[in-house]
């Protein structure tokens, strides 16, 4: 089977064909970094704009790289939420026109469930169960995955993501937008021991994380020292990432152990982090545990994550009807939460 995966969810048009739910034969992202760069975060209405600049050309390359044209699809995958409406408005629609003008079915994904099935798309896929440590720019959530689609929510981030972390502490230290990458390799010229920063372990038995306080505490020190110029800004940058590092690495190999299963998959955009991946997986080894983590193209979003996930879904006969909607926040369960229910619409009286 193959399957077109759509994803526009926040800041990238991403398109990719993935073929029996693993192999990626295309797999294009447009960032529109540049885009929102000069206003130091994305800018949901330039976003949904740009999606519409994108959309096509992207799946046309996406569908060129694959070396398939569109009668050789199976099917169509299309993210539907959690993100930004506007957004996720530009994939849907157009993915709802591409399939029905050539009779494909479609499926609507959960950008989540996207990004953990991104582990699938690597040389080394987890069995079931699994715990899935999923670390992005909007989330910060454990999972306990026992099978393709049976997530169990673990625990979350309850206030900052810790990609929304790295991006605000850039911001602190002046380095732009987006964050994550600036201080990854910033930090590879620090020292990760001479600054220490707060850990929020909150609950020790608990899987619930916070990283607003070591964000703050970033900002205390940055306006506290800044007359100091021997406190280097790589040194800065090394600090918080550890403190952020050492959480999301005892926080997963916890929730491992406490589900005494054997294997720990990192993904999201900070599961390409550098200092994250070679601290998990020397703490894996360590704890006997088995740890699995995609390259970092497939860490950030992309739209294979998204076919990979639509492949199994399609398979099992959970095809979307075209009245299908987005929706910009999940439940725990990973079920939408409705914009608008019909119960909850007030009609007018014509
Ligand atoms: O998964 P993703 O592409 O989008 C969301 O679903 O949010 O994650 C984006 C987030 C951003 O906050 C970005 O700063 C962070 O991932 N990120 C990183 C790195 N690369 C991207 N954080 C730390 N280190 C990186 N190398
Ligand atoms: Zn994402």
Not at 40 to 47: D, F, Q
Not at 216 to 225: D, I, K, S
Not at 275 to 279: A, M, Q, T, Y
């Given at each position: 089977?193959r399957?077109l995966?759509i994803?526009?969810?926040?800041d990238e048009?991403?398109?990719?064909v993935?073929?029996?739910?693993?192999?990626?034969l295309?797999?294009?992202?447009?960032?529109?970094?540049?885009t929102?760069?000069?206003y130091?975060?994305?800018?949901?209405?330039?976003?949904s704009?740009?999606?519409?600049e994108?959309i096509?050309?992207?799946?046309e390359?996406a569908l060129?790289?694959s070396?398939e044209?569109s009668?050789?699809?199976?099917?169509?995958?299309?993210?539907c939420?959690?993100g930004l409406?506007g957004?996720?408005?530009?994939?849907?629609?157009?993915?709802k026109?591409?399939?029905?003008?050539?009779?494909?079915?479609?499926?609507g994904?959960?950008?989540?469930?996207g990004?953990?099935?991104?582990?699938?798309l690597?040389p080394?896929?987890?069995?079931?169960?699994?715990?899935?440590?999923?670390?992005?720019?909007g989330?910060?959530?454990?999972?306990?995955?026992a099978?393709?689609?049976?997530f169990?929510h673990?625990?979350?981030?309850?206030?900052?993501?810790a990609?929304?972390?790295f991006?605000?502490?850039?911001?602190?230290?002046?380095?732009?937008?987006?964050?994550?990458?600036v201080i990854d390799?910033?930090a590879q010229?620090g020292d990760p021991?001479r600054?220490?920063?707060p850990r929020?372990?909150?609950?020790?038995?608990?899987?619930d994380?916070?990283?607003?306080?070591?964000k703050?505490?970033?900002?205390?020190?940055?306006?506290?020292?800044?007359?100091?110029?021997?406190?280097?800004i790589?040194?800065?940058a090394?600090g918080?990432q550890?403190?952020?590092?050492d959480v999301?690495v005892q926080?997963g190999?916890?929730?491992?152990?406490?589900?005494?299963c054997?294997?720990l998959?990192?993904?999201?955009g900070?599961?390409?982090?550098r200092?994250?991946?070679?601290?998990i997986?020397?703490?894996?080894q360590?704890?006997?545990?088995?740890?699995?983590?995609?390259?970092?193209?497939?860490?950030t979003?992309?739209a294979?994550m998204?076919a990979?996930?639509g492949?199994?879904?399609l398979?099992h006969?959970?095809n979307?009807s075209?009245?299908?909607?987005v929706?910009?926040?999940?439940?725990?369960s990973?079920?939408?939460?409705?914009?608008?229910?019909?119960?909850?619409?007030?009609?007018?009286?014509?």
């Open positions: 089977m399957v995966g994803e526009t969810s926040c048009t991403a398109a990719a993935v073929s029996d739910g693993y192999v990626i295309s797999n294009v992202v447009w960032s529109q970094v540049a929102h760069h000069p130091g975060g994305v800018v949901p209405e330039l976003a704009r740009k999606h519409i994108k096509v050309p992207v799946v390359k060129a790289d070396g044209d009668n050789s699809l199976d099917g169509v995958a299309v993210t939420g959690p409406v957004a996720l408005l530009v994939g849907l629609s157009f993915a026109a591409f399939a029905y003008a050539r009779g494909l079915p479609i499926t994904v959960n950008h989540l469930h990004h953990i099935a991104s582990v699938y690597q080394d896929p987890p069995p079931f169960p699994f715990v899935a440590l999923l670390a992005s720019g989330h910060t959530n454990l999972y306990y995955v099978g393709p689609m049976d169990e673990m625990g979350q981030t309850r206030d900052d993501a990609g929304e972390a991006d605000k502490v850039a911001k602190i230290l002046g380095l732009g937008y987006p964050g994550g990458m390799q910033l010229q021991e600054i220490r920063f929020a372990f909150l609950d020790k038995s608990g899987f994380f916070s990283f607003s306080g070591v703050t505490a970033v900002a205390r020190y940055v306006q506290r020292e800044k007359e100091d110029s021997s406190k280097r790589q040194d800065i090394a918080f550890e403190a952020v590092v999301l926080k190999i916890s929730a491992v152990k406490a589900k005494g054997q294997h998959a990192l993904v999201g900070v599961a390409s982090n200092r994250l991946r070679e601290r997986k020397e703490a894996t360590e704890a006997g545990i088995a740890v699995h983590i995609p390259p970092p193209e497939l860490c979003d992309n294979a998204i990979a996930i492949d199994y879904q398979s006969g959970e979307s075209l009245d299908l909607d929706y910009s926040k999940t439940s725990h990973g079920r939408p939460q409705a914009l608008a229910q019909p119960g909850n619409l007030r009609l007018p009286n014509i």
